[in-house]
């Protein structure tokens, strides 16, 4: 602080470091669908490449794995998954349903090469079975459930296992997105459930969470963020009877979670936005719920301003 009537030190230009720390976060926080559009702003407030470049560096993948992004692989095979579960390196990505690695750019948001994975790299015949054999029953849901949803089966523990008498963990990975940015909307949904094989009690033990995210940005800003947890159960039978009553739950409760959210949305103008304001405004006048279409922000706020008179 200076002292007396010195003037007070400007404050100090931030160090690169700092604005790409400020650069990715911005990014990494973008709303599904949305974050090309945030670096093409973020870029040009920088106005440094190299600044912008480390930030994307950095920010990319840890968005694309937020979001379980799915990529086309290049040989047409498939789409692979951008999920920590699948992670081998910063830009590796196994792909059980086809055994195969993808090689990834996370800023081009492309997939750039395939190979095939290693045997280290696949689990046994005996745990592939269970895997595989669930990976197509979920499949068949996804496929008549979500328009655009992908899904992936992942061994995460006990993948070495040559037979019965051993533990075993999977994770279920769903994800699906409707980006339509010319309406103002874009939202995602994930759903990530692990599966615990227990040998001894035959008992299967199943624990999911459920994210639903959507952005609506026309004259505004209103984001909606819903998330559940689950917790069920079933018995450790053949593969193919684990599939079906494992895939049966997660239809159970996802279709239940989605109803949940419908009857939200059929309350919500007598709940969540009612809430949002005074039961008199300044106006000292009730405010037409029924009625809000004759409002319209951007031309009271022309009209205020004068613009254009």
Same mark, same amino acid.
């Given at each position: 602080?200076?002292?007396?009537? *010195? &003037?007070? $030190?400007? !404050?100090?230009?931030?160090?690169? /470091?700092?604005?790409?720390?400020?650069?990715?976060?911005?990014?990494?926080?973008?709303?599904?669908?949305?974050?090309?559009?945030?670096?093409?702003?973020?870029?040009?407030?920088?106005?440094?490449? @190299? +600044?912008? &470049?480390?930030?994307? !560096? &950095?920010?990319?993948?840890?968005?694309?794995?937020?979001?379980?992004?799915?990529?086309?692989?290049? *040989?047409?095979?498939?789409?692979?998954?951008? #999920?920590?579960?699948?992670?081998? $390196?910063?830009?590796?990505?196994?792909?059980?349903?086809?055994?195969?690695?993808?090689?990834?750019?996370? =800023?081009?948001? =492309?997939?750039?090469?395939?190979?095939?994975?290693?045997?280290?790299?696949?689990?046994?015949?005996?745990?592939?079975?269970?895997?595989?054999?669930?990976? *197509?029953?979920?499949?068949?849901?996804?496929?008549?459930?979500?328009?655009? @949803?992908?899904?992936?089966?992942?061994?995460?523990?006990?993948?070495?296992?040559? @037979?019965?008498?051993?533990?075993?963990?999977?994770?279920?990975?769903?994800?699906?997105?409707?980006?339509?940015?010319?309406?103002?909307?874009?939202? /995602?949904?994930?759903?990530?459930?692990?599966?615990?094989?227990?040998?001894?009690?035959?008992? =299967?033990? +199943?624990?999911?969470?459920?994210?639903?995210?959507?952005?609506? %940005?026309?004259?505004?800003?209103?984001?909606? *963020?819903?998330?559940?947890? %689950?917790?069920?159960?079933?018995?450790?039978?053949?593969?193919?009877?684990? !599939?079906?009553? +494992?895939?049966?739950?997660?239809?159970?409760?996802?279709?239940?979670?989605?109803?949940?959210?419908?009857?939200?949305?059929?309350?919500?103008?007598?709940?969540?936005?009612?809430?949002?304001?005074?039961?008199?405004?300044?106006?000292?006048?009730?405010?037409?719920?029924?009625? #809000?279409?004759?409002?319209?922000?951007?031309?009271? +706020? #022309?009209?205020?301003?004068?613009?254009?008179?």
């Amino acid at each position: 602080m200076a002292d007396g009537g *010195d &003037e007070p $030190d400007e !404050a100090e230009e931030l160090s690169g /470091r700092q604005k790409a720390e400020i650069a990715k976060w911005f990014l990494a926080n973008a709303p599904a669908g949305e974050i090309q559009y945030v670096a093409k702003d973020v870029r040009s407030i920088l106005g440094d490449d @190299g +600044i912008y &470049e480390m930030a994307a !560096a &950095e920010a990319y993948p840890v968005h694309n794995k937020a979001h379980l992004i799915a990529l086309q692989m290049p *040989d047409r095979s498939g789409e692979v998954l951008i #999920t920590a579960y699948g992670e081998l $390196d910063k830009n590796n990505y196994f792909e059980p349903r086809t055994a195969q690695v993808a090689t990834v750019d996370h =800023v081009k948001q =492309v997939c750039t090469n395939v190979r095939p994975a290693s045997d280290e790299e696949l689990p046994s015949p005996y745990i592939e079975e269970f895997r595989s054999t669930l990976a *197509d029953e979920l499949s068949k849901y996804v496929g008549e459930t979500y328009p655009k @949803g992908t899904c992936a089966v992942y061994c995460i523990s006990g993948k070495d296992a040559e @037979g019965p008498g051993a533990d075993f963990e999977f994770v279920i990975v769903i994800s699906a997105a409707k980006y339509s940015p010319q309406n103002f909307c874009n939202g /995602r949904w994930q759903s990530i459930w692990n599966v615990d094989f227990k040998d001894d009690p035959q008992f =299967v033990e +199943i624990k999911g969470k459920i994210l639903v995210g959507s952005h609506y %940005f026309e004259e505004g800003n209103v984001h909606l *963020d819903a998330k559940n947890e %689950f917790k069920d159960s079933t018995i450790f039978q053949s593969p193919e009877d684990c !599939a079906a009553s +494992i895939t049966n739950i997660i239809c159970h409760r996802e279709t239940e979670f989605m109803a949940s959210l419908e009857e939200s949305y059929v309350h919500l103008p007598d709940t969540t936005f009612k809430d949002l304001r005074r039961k008199l405004p300044v106006t000292r006048t009730l405010f037409p719920w029924n009625n #809000t279409l004759q409002f319209s922000l951007t031309r009271d +706020i #022309t009209r205020e301003l004068e613009i254009g008179q």
